[in-house]
């Protein structure tokens, strides 16, 4: 598959950075040329908001000044991709595939390599069963993305090079962990020749243990082309609750995901959306 500059999701190289630079300097510049209390207000002001930008653009992949995440495809009017992260999951994927059939629908699984190397007969069903595998790095370190750009470049890069080598799989597709993004982070995709896909509508079911939630969460902001992010794995240790009824929180289980994914895909037929995987989102169904 040819991937340039203008497929979705490849990074190519961006002008935000020198952007922001450019833009700093001559709001200095001109705090520096016109020493009036109006200007230098403004420029503090405009200093500000650069910064924030540049700070939504780390922490927002939608906002991205850094680079092009694929987060939604205009022009796919009866498809949608659900993508789920931090798998495989001894507990749950298997669980989550089970649904995913039912329903004859097929996703994206975005897998840690350190995963994928303990459940490799989990790996080997998502690929048997029509599905596709994303790279999500090896360790799914949750700042990965503040680190330097060879430090990101390791961990992408080893996660890609175990699903090669041990399961002849090369990913398409790189998801940051949380969703985190620099300069950095592409360029260490456009390195390893991996298109970056965000999400259009999280259903954030890390935090809701309430599957209806999450469930009215995702339907309502659904469209034709949307990616959905959910998961499938847990990078935290489930707790013991002491034997009691204490509720233990959505970040440690994916109980909530697997009873919202079955009212999720019914809400879907209902719009006349099926999910397909990230590939067949962009490319269609013949790749």
Wanted: charged share 25%.
């Amino acid at each position: 598959m040819k991937r340039d500059a203008e497929t979705p999701g490849y990074p190519s190289r961006n002008a935000g950075p020198g952007v922001f630079v450019l833009l700093c300097v001559l709001t200095i510049s001109a705090g520096l040329l016109d020493r009036s209390e109006g200007t230098r207000f403004l420029v503090l002001a405009s200093l500000l908001l650069l910064i924030h930008w540049w700070v939504l653009g780390i922490f927002w992949i939608r906002a991205a000044p850094f680079g092009g995440a694929l987060c939604r495809l205009s022009g796919r009017e009866d498809v949608v991709a659900l993508t789920f992260d931090d798998g495989p999951h001894p507990d749950y994927t298997g669980i989550v595939l089970d649904v995913l059939a039912r329903h004859g629908a097929r996703a994206t699984f975005f897998v840690s390599g350190r995963m994928a190397d303990e459940h490799p007969d989990i790996i080997r069903r998502i690929v048997s069963e029509g599905h596709e595998i994303g790279n999500h790095t090896m360790h799914h370190r949750h700042l990965i993305s503040l680190q330097p750009f060879r430090e990101q470049l390791k961990e992408i890069e080893a996660c890609q090079r175990l699903l090669v080598e041990r399961f002849n799989i090369t990913p398409r597709w790189f998801r940051p962990p949380m969703g985190y993004t620099t300069q950095a982070t592409f360029r260490a995709a456009r390195r390893l020749g991996l298109m970056v896909a965000g999400w259009h509508v999280k259903g954030w079911d890390t935090f809701f243990t309430d599957p209806w939630r999450i469930v009215r969460h995702v339907s309502r902001r659904v469209r034709p082309g949307s990616i959905v992010l959910l998961h499938d794995g847990t990078t935290l240790a489930r707790p013991s609750d002491g034997g009691g009824k204490k509720r233990v929180s959505a970040r440690f289980h994916r109980n909530a995901t697997i009873t919202a994914l079955d009212a999720i895909l019914n809400e879907l037929s209902k719009k006349g959306l099926s999910s397909v995987t990230l590939t067949e989102l962009v490319y269609g169904r013949e790749q």
